[in-house]
């Protein structure tokens, strides 16, 4: 099993920023990838930023321009870091990690518990 600890979510006025961290802990062989989603009441998750271990990254073009996604891989930790924040950014956002738990195994996702983000205007 893979566990994921969130942390850095909260209250921000509008133009503040926050960081939020995702460390992953528990049975894993290697991390594909970590990323950033996000979830409003009755709405889809949708993709915040991505990044695979190589350093690739992609992000939502909502927030391109303002959050910067990055990893420290010796943690097996994620970031995000959300500048300029705006209304709209009022979310649960929740950290995903595509690991593999043993050599040539399968891939396997795993979810975060979710932190809220809270942008006043």
């Known amino acids: 099993q893979v566990q994921l600890v969130e942390s850095g979510g909260g209250l921000v006025q509008a133009g503040g920023s926050l960081r939020l961290s995702c460390a992953a802990s528990?049975?894993?062989?290697?991390?594909?990838?970590m990323g950033w989603y996000r979830q409003a009441p009755g709405k889809q998750r949708e993709l915040v930023a991505r990044?695979?271990?190589?350093?690739?990254?992609n992000y939502a073009d909502s927030v391109k321009g303002r959050f910067t996604i990055s990893s420290d891989n010796a943690k097996n930790t994620v970031y995000l870091q959300m500048n300029s924040l705006k209304p709209e950014d009022t979310y649960v956002y929740y950290c995903?990690?595509?690991?593999?738990?043993?050599?040539?195994?399968?891939?396997?996702?795993?979810w975060g518990q979710g932190t809220q983000v809270t942008v006043s205007s």
């Open positions: 995903n990690v595509d690991v593999k738990t043993e050599w040539r195994g399968p891939n396997y996702d795993y």
């Open positions: 528990g049975r894993i062989f290697s991390i594909n990838a």
């Open positions: 990044i695979t271990h190589g350093g690739r990254t």
